[in-house]
Each structure stands twice: as C-alpha cells, then as structure tokens.
C-alpha cells in the first residue's frame, strides 16, 4: 500500500527539487506522438453523432448570467460538444487545433469515456468525427467495470483521464503532475457547462467508481493513464441513436500503437503509479450520487454569481472563443503579452472565478489548503507588487514595480531570440502555492494528485475569466520554484505549486472556425 511518504518524495521531486534532480526540459516537436490519436478500442465506424451547431445555442447568453435552455434534443450530447469542442485552426500556428480548454503544448491528453442511460456499449468522445464512438470491448469488460459504471435511468456517467504517453518524453515524470492539471481544467469545464445548461452533476475523485474507470480505460487499448475523475450528470436522457460514422480517423493504427506501448515502459512513467494508486485505494469509499450505494454529493456551483456588466457583457459563445493560453508566430516558441489596463471588474471576476469551491469531498479538503497571491500590473488601478487573497479580499504585502520582470527571470522558457515570454507585460499574474508536507501528511497520499487537480479546476476558471475581458489566461509549472519562492516571500514550508499569467496578446491572427 502507497505511504504519504512514497508520495510525497515523489512530489518533491516534481516540484522543490526538480530544479535541482533533473535537467531542463528540451521538447523536439518533431518527434511524432499519440496526441490525437484515439484508443485502439475508439476507432470502430459506429457511434452517436453530437448535435451539429451546438455553440450557436450560446449566442444569445450573456456572460456571466445568461444560461442556456435544457429542452431540445440530445441534452447530452450539446453539454459534451460544448464543454469539450475543438475551436479554431491557426494557420501560422504548430499547435493542435485550439479547444475550449488550455493544454501543454495543445496535446490534449485528456480523454472523455461516456457510459449513457441505457447504452449496450460505452461510447469514446471523438472531437474530430463530432460524435461518441462505439467502444470495441469484450465481454468482461462490459459485465466487470461498465457494469460498475453504469448510471441510473436518465443519468450519463462521464470518465475524464489523462494518458500520459501523448505528452512528451522529455517531461518524464512531470507527465503525472500535468495530466492530473489538466484532468482538473476538463473537470472544471464540464461542471461549468452542466451548470449553463441547467444540469446537476456529482463527482467522484478517489475510491470505487474511480478504479471502475481506471479499468475501463485500460481495457481500450495500449497506454498509460492517470487516475480518473468520475461525473454524473443527471437527467440528461438518452443520447442520440447509434449511427454509421464516417470511417476517417477510424481503423488501425499499428505505428501509434507501438509508440504507446512503448512509451508506457518508460521508467518514469513506472513511478507515477505511486501516486496514482492511492486515488484508486483510498480506504474511504467516495461514489458520486447515481452510482449504487453512497452519499449523495452535491458540486455547488461552477461559476461564480457575478453581477451583469453595465451594458450586458458577451455572448457565452464569444467567451469561449476567447479563451488562450496565448501564443507566437512560427518558427517562435513561448507566448507574448503587450502591456493593458483593466478596470476592477476584470479584478473582481478573476478572483471570484479562482476561489469557486471545489466539489464537495476529497477534492474541496485540499483546495481549502492552498494559497493565492497576486501580482497586478495595470489591473484596477493597484500598485504594482504582490498581494495576498483570502475571501476574494486583497491584502497588499509588498509593492515592488520590478516584480513581473524579476519572475519573468525565473520563468522555465525565458525570452530569448527564438523565444518569447510575455511575463514582464502580464495585467497578472496569480500563483497557487501550497505546503506539500502538511498535504500529504494530513490528508493522506491521495492529496497531491488532488492538488493538481483543484489547480486545473481554479486555472480554466481564470481563463474564463480572462476570456471575458478579452485576455488569455496561461496556466505554467515552468519556472525555478526557489527563485519564485523568494520573490513572493513564501513561508519555508510552502510551494509554489502553478502559476497562471493573464494578459493581452501581442499577437493574433485570423482562424478557421472548426465549431460544427
């Protein structure tokens, strides 16, 4: 059985001590990866359209009160393809295609499982081919985990998971921390789309439902993968009829396979599995609501109850078009950032849409132990330097007019003739600072794959803040954490565990629209 103490060297060694283990990341991109590649199980050429031109139903609801109206077909279907839909196409940028949520490097390596009311078979959200696929699995699998998975009338259940192997090599075990942050951003984005469409939702991060899910994704195919977060979103109904898909994107895929298996041989992926198991063991049954015996969970809200801009402010569909990590032209890596001003209703969202609760459970318990500072340049009139926020309230500790620039110093990809970091122009930026020890000691050794998770679940909620002022919102781990420690005056014990940089883009261009 996994110890606190397994976990937390495992930590360390991804945070305090990475800078001084391990040798800086150097990614080259043209190694091919698995980054869109589905599970071999998800590649059949039967499975259930989603609802075509679902973004438009966003149109005509106002950031950030206006919701969207559950009557009308395949509710399900319009909350996936809402939450989780690919964007827009750069044509000047490297990347994956942009989505509605933030990823490194844009590999996306989160996948979505979907068991429907009533469905035989377990379907696979597949963004490009618009639909959930058919899941080709044999039959223990259907009698053993999806049994276990499968929802009460009316209910869908929707597995979030995180395969490592498409994130690169070169993070090595890095990958654990990363996958679990952006297991937390899907988290949060479904939860806020249920919640526009009116949808209640329960949540499971560790225990029965969890193990269920972490068999259900390993029985899809070769790869290694993160531990699951379960949801139910209950009385969405049933899905839209099983269909023939258009094959393309479909069949074998003998090449990308081996790459996933032998990428899940890496020795630093073997590591990770200490801190996985323990969300897979934890002693304490957790089963979201809908799924057999248990507590009945309740999320809370999603989105922040925000007072409407004087004038309505956008369109749901605007903000989520809004939403970046930020970016530069080809052949440049990094991201860039012209200096702004903001009033103190880009302040106000921004701290209101960092500090929304958690889920209730597991996850809300560490959430209640991390720590936000603030570094404003041009935001509602404040002085530059760095504040502390406790219950959405500023407390100025330090004003220091350097401090952006003195952090863009300390940051992993600094700015340099193939690179560019906008840090020094930031509006913000807002880090999520913890004391691992006192984590993991007190609230077992699941807690540090929850830390990651309630950051991601807090940064996609910054981005949409950001989004809604016009502003990208870039979630980062790539900076020196003693050098960071320092300059935010960081009590001994206590990390700096993400850092999120909100700010305007010095570059844009126009796109191809992908929405369908």
Same mark, same amino acid.
């Given at each position: 059985?996994?110890?606190?103490?397994?976990?937390?060297?495992?930590?360390? +060694?991804?945070?305090?001590?990475?800078?001084?283990?391990?040798?800086?990341?150097?990614?080259?991109?043209?190694?091919?990866?698995?980054?869109?590649?589905?599970?071999?199980?998800?590649?059949?050429?039967?499975?259930?359209?989603?609802?075509?031109?679902?973004?438009?139903?966003?149109?005509?609801?106002?950031?950030?009160?206006?919701?969207?109206? !559950?009557?009308? !077909?395949? &509710?399900?279907?319009?909350?996936?393809?809402?939450?989780?839909?690919?964007?827009?196409?750069?044509?000047?940028?490297?990347?994956?295609?942009?989505?509605?949520?933030?990823?490194?490097?844009?590999?996306?390596?989160?996948?979505?499982?979907?068991?429907?009311?009533?469905?035989?078979?377990?379907?696979?959200?597949? !963004?490009?081919?618009?639909?959930?696929?058919?899941?080709?699995?044999?039959?223990?699998? &259907?009698?053993?985990?999806?049994?276990?998975? +499968?929802?009460?009338?009316?209910?869908?259940?929707?597995? =979030?998971?995180?395969?490592?192997?498409?994130?690169?090599?070169?993070?090595?075990? =890095?990958? %654990?921390?990363?996958?679990?942050?952006?297991?937390?951003?899907?988290?949060?984005?479904?939860?806020?789309?249920?919640?526009?469409?009116?949808?209640?939702?329960?949540?499971a991060t560790t225990g029965p439902a969890v193990s269920?899910?972490?068999?259900?994704?390993?029985?899809?195919?070769?790869?290694?993968?993160?531990?699951?977060?379960?949801?139910?979103?209950?009385?969405?109904?049933?899905?839209?009829?099983?269909?023939?898909?258009?094959?393309?994107?479909?069949?074998?895929?003998?090449?990308?396979?081996?790459?996933? #298996?032998?990428? /899940?041989?890496?020795?630093? =992926?073997?590591?990770?599995?200490?801190?996985?198991?323990? #969300?897979?063991? #934890?002693?304490?049954?957790? #089963?979201?609501?809908?799924?057999?015996?248990?507590?009945?969970?309740?999320?809370?809200?999603?989105?922040?109850?925000?007072?409407?801009?004087?004038?309505?402010?956008?369109?749901?569909?605007?903000?989520?078009?809004?939403?970046?990590?930020? +970016?530069?032209?080809?052949?440049?890596?990094?991201? /860039?950032?012209?200096?702004?001003?903001?009033?103190?209703?880009?302040?106000?969202?921004?701290?209101?849409?960092?500090?929304?609760?958690? !889920?209730?459970?597991? &996850?809300?318990?560490?959430?209640? *132990?991390?720590?936000?500072?603030?570094?404003?340049?041009?935001?509602?009139?404040?002085?530059?330097?760095?504040?502390?926020?406790?219950?959405?309230?500023?407390?100025?500790?330090?004003?220091?007019?350097?401090?952006?620039?003195?952090?863009?110093?300390?940051?992993?990809?600094?700015?340099?003739?193939?690179?560019? %970091?906008?840090? *020094?122009?930031?509006?913000?930026?807002?880090?999520?600072s913890a004391d691992l020890g006192s984590i993991v000691?007190?609230?077992?050794?699941?807690?540090?794959?929850?830390?990651?998770?309630? %950051?991601?679940?807090?940064?996609?909620?910054?981005?949409?803040?950001?989004?809604?002022?016009?502003?990208?919102? +870039?979630?980062?781990? /790539?900076?020196?954490?003693?050098?960071?420690?320092?300059?935010?005056?960081?009590?001994?014990?206590?990390?700096?565990?993400?850092?999120?940089? %909100?700010?305007?883009?010095?570059?844009?261009?126009?796109?191809?629209?992908?929405?369908?």
């Open positions: 059985m996994t110890t606190s103490t397994d976990v937390l060297r495992f930590a360390l +060694r991804q945070g305090p001590l990475r800078g001084l283990l391990h040798t800086p990341v150097e990614v080259d991109e043209r190694v091919p990866t698995t980054a869109l590649l589905p599970p071999a199980a998800a590649r059949t050429d039967r499975g259930r359209p989603l609802p075509s031109t679902a973004h438009t139903l966003s149109a005509g609801a106002e950031y950030p009160a206006g919701r969207l109206s !559950p009557d009308g !077909p395949d &509710l399900l279907g319009r909350v996936l393809a809402t939450a989780f839909g690919v964007l827009r196409r750069e044509p000047s940028n490297p990347a994956n295609d942009h989505r509605v949520t933030a990823s490194v490097r844009s590999k996306f390596p989160v996948h979505v499982l979907v068991v429907p009311p009533g469905a035989d078979h377990p379907g696979y959200l597949d !963004p490009y081919r618009h639909a959930l696929v058919d899941l080709a699995l044999d039959a223990p699998v &259907l009698a053993g985990p999806v049994a276990a998975l +499968r929802p009460a009338a009316g209910d869908a259940v929707v597995l =979030l998971a995180a395969r490592h192997t498409d994130l690169p090599t070169a993070y090595g075990a =890095l990958r %654990c921390a990363l996958g679990d942050l952006e297991t937390g951003i899907q988290l949060r984005s479904l939860l806020v789309t249920a919640e526009l469409f009116g949808v209640r939702a329960s949540v269920a899910a972490a068999e259900l994704n390993a029985a899809t195919g070769p790869g290694s993968w993160g531990a699951p977060v379960v949801v139910v979103l209950h009385g969405v109904g049933a899905p839209a009829g099983s269909a023939d898909l258009d094959p393309a994107g479909g069949g074998a895929d003998a090449a990308g396979d081996e790459r996933l #298996r032998v990428e /899940s041989l890496h020795p630093s =992926l073997a590591e990770c599995a200490v801190a996985i198991r323990p #969300r897979l063991e #934890r002693p304490r049954p957790e #089963r979201p609501h809908g799924l057999g015996p248990g507590p009945a969970e309740t999320t809370g809200p999603a989105i922040p109850a925000l007072p409407a801009p004087p004038g309505g402010g956008p369109g749901w569909e605007r903000v989520w078009w809004n939403r970046s990590a930020g +970016r530069v032209p080809a052949p440049l890596s990094g991201f /860039s950032a012209r200096p702004v001003t903001r009033g103190e209703d880009c302040l106000r969202d921004l701290l209101a849409w960092s500090a929304v609760p958690a !889920p209730d459970g597991p &996850l809300r318990e560490v959430a209640e *132990r991390v720590r936000l500072t603030l570094v404003p340049q041009g935001l509602a009139g404040l002085p530059v330097g760095r504040y502390g926020v406790s219950d959405g309230r500023l407390t100025a500790r330090a004003l220091d007019p350097t401090l952006p620039r003195r952090i863009e110093q300390g940051f992993g990809y600094p700015l340099s003739a193939t690179n560019d %970091c906008g840090v *020094r122009h930031a509006l913000a930026v807002l880090v999520l000691r007190d609230l077992g050794p699941a807690a540090w794959g929850l830390l990651q998770v309630w %950051c991601g679940w807090a940064a996609h909620g910054v981005s949409l803040a950001a989004a809604a002022h016009d502003l990208f919102a +870039r979630p980062a781990r /790539s900076y020196d954490e003693h050098h960071l420690s320092a300059l935010l005056d960081l009590p001994r014990q206590e990390s700096p565990v993400l850092l999120l940089v %909100c700010g305007k883009s010095r570059y844009t261009e126009p796109a191809l629209d992908l929405r369908t």
